[in-house]
């Protein structure tokens, strides 16, 4: 065996070797994008680089022509396989399910070159030549159907190249390294055949073809274990960005901001009311009203703030802002992480509103009443003002639900809660503690002015009427007890004392009021 022989025997044996490793990367991760094509690939590329070294070293022109077609079958296939990595790689999904049209043409044309002894229609002859550089060389004579269907494959090719470097415009900077090299590997194939077909075909220079696969598999090879490929897909990155169901909004150091994903723009748009396109512009500039987040973008360190916000309807946004550093550790920029708790936050006050809300009439519960009056009776002590209780009960309600039931009893209920809104102020605080017991905290009034409230709402429940049932109506009659902090400074014995002047009202005549002195 003669040493340029050998000598391609090695260059075909170092190719593959180093796409055979890249190709069991691809095979551990065969739910990667890219990785099922890329193995097609290198399928593809054996046939061909086995075909060449085995018609180079075949000793008869019958020999030489069979591998030479054998070839033929991953010349014809790669440009396919080229373009579904291109397609899948880049995460073209949509144009998946026309891939098995670009197969028509070259399966036609291997059809074709098998049976080209008999038809001759792909060739219109061939030499076979001597080359010093790499043994005997078999050149083809085509047809112009030939070259057309050939053509093809490098129509074929550009679309992949295309697809790639579209892609990585597409891509962040940190995946675009890991796009390009690909998009340098697969392209210097192109560049090399196109060479070779247009300089070396007819001559006595016989290159072996793999040998244009050694700088593609070097770097794809180094791309390998530099930029992780086939481990993470590289359209990762940006998809979960479009797609993640929350805002993320990107500055750099500057504050300017660099980029926004779909969600960002739909929480700005709603709930910031800013429908204009911020790429480029100041944060200082657009969120002149929240400076604190501002801040948190200048920060070295995770912050996090919420927002309540009024665009058409009130809306509640959750920023956690983290800082972007370089590998020494620098800040280099940041990410707001946007959240809608509109949701959340409504549900959490409809939650509350019910712990502390009477179910029937809407006023406060026992509890409610009891830690905000608990509040108040503090701050007027603190504070050396007045602060007054009224505590109420329905006359003869028993009768009321015993004669005409409890819906009856329900109805003169709610009429009653709606005398004490419509006489109370607004800073006062009323509940319904149980059954027909009322109380009432009046701010800043003492017993003398608490007095003249309490004859109000006496007054004004006398003056409501209910019906409880079919033309039967019911006067409200009440009682209420009035004590004052002056009585006591604390919680318990200011509402014992409202409550035994209560019931004086009630045991005198009842529909009367009565201050504790």
């Excluded at 291109?86 to 049976?115: E, H, M, N, Q, W």
């Excluded at 590997?185 to 793999?210: C, R, W, Y």
């Excluded at 509040?375 to 004669?403: C, P, Q």
Aim: one cysteine or more; proline letters at 2%.
């Amino acid at each position: 065996m003669q040493f340029v022989e050998l000598g391609y025997i090695f260059i075909v044996g170092s190719s593959l070797v180093l796409l055979f490793i890249v190709c069991a990367f691809a095979l551990r991760n065969l739910n990667i994008a890219g990785s099922k094509a890329f193995f097609l690939q290198i399928v593809c590329v054996t046939i061909w680089s086995l075909g060449s070294l085995f018609e180079m070293l075949s000793e008869t022109e019958q020999s030489m022509l069979l591998w030479r077609n054998i070839e033929q079958i991953g010349i014809f296939l790669l440009p396919v396989a080229c373009v579904y990595f291109a397609v899948d790689y880049s995460g073209y999904d949509r144009l998946k399910k026309y891939l098995p049209l670009l197969l028509v043409i070259p399966c036609v044309a291997i059809l074709l070159i098998f049976t080209d002894s008999s038809t001759h229609l792909m060739r219109t002859g061939y030499t076979i030549s001597s080359s010093q550089m790499f043994g005997k060389a078999l050149s083809v004579h085509q047809t112009l159907l030939g070259k057309v269907l050939v053509s093809f494959n490098y129509l074929l090719v550009m679309i992949s190249l295309v697809t790639l470097f579209v892609f990585s415009r597409k891509v962040t900077k940190s995946l675009r390294k890991q796009v390009v090299l690909i998009l340098i590997a697969q392209g210097l194939v192109f560049v090399l055949s196109l060479l070779k077909s247009a300089f070396l075909e007819g001559t006595s220079i016989n290159i072996p073809i793999v040998a244009m696969y050694l700088p593609g598999a070097l770097i794809l090879f180094s791309n390998l274990f530099s930029n992780n490929l086939f481990r993470v897909s590289p359209i990762a990155r940006e998809k979960v960005f479009d797609v993640i169901e929350m805002g993320l909004l990107v500055t750099d150091i500057t504050g300017m901001i660099s980029d926004t994903n779909p969600c960002a723009t739909k929480i700005l748009g709603s709930s910031f009311c800013i429908q204009e396109k911020l790429t480029g512009t100041k944060m200082s500039d657009v969120f002149v009203s929240f400076p604190e987040w501002v801040e948190l973008t200048k920060q070295n360190t995770a912050g996090e703030l919420e927002l309540r916000l009024t665009c058409g309807k009130v809306s509640f946004i959750h920023i956690r802002v983290y800082p972007l550093q370089n590998h020494a550790g620098t800040q280099i920029g940041s990410v707001s992480i946007m959240r809608d708790v509109t949701d959340l936050r409504v549900q959490e006050l409809t939650l509350k509103a019910k712990a502390e809300t009477d179910n029937l009439t809407g006023l406060m519960n026992r509890e409610s009443f009891s830690e905000a009056f608990s509040k108040k009776l503090f701050e007027a002590v603190l504070l050396g003002e007045s602060v007054s209780v009224l505590m109420m009960d329905l006359d003869k309600f028993k009768s009321i639900n015993d004669t005409y039931g409890h819906d009856a009893g329900d109805r003169v209920l709610k009429a009653f809660a709606g005398v004490l809104r419509d006489v109370l102020r607004r800073e006062d605080l009323v509940a319904r503690i149980g059954g027909d017991e009322f109380e009432a905290l009046l701010p800043g009034v003492g017993s003398k002015e608490a007095l003249e409230i309490a004859n109000r709402i006496l007054k004004a429940a006398n003056q409501c009427v209910v019906t409880v049932g079919d033309d039967v109506k019911v006067q409200l009659k009440l009682s209420i007890g009035v004590c004052d902090n002056g009585a006591s400074e604390h919680e318990s014995e200011i509402l014992k004392y409202a409550d035994k002047a209560m019931y004086m009202a009630k045991n005198g005549a009842g529909n009367r009021c009565v201050v504790w002195e």
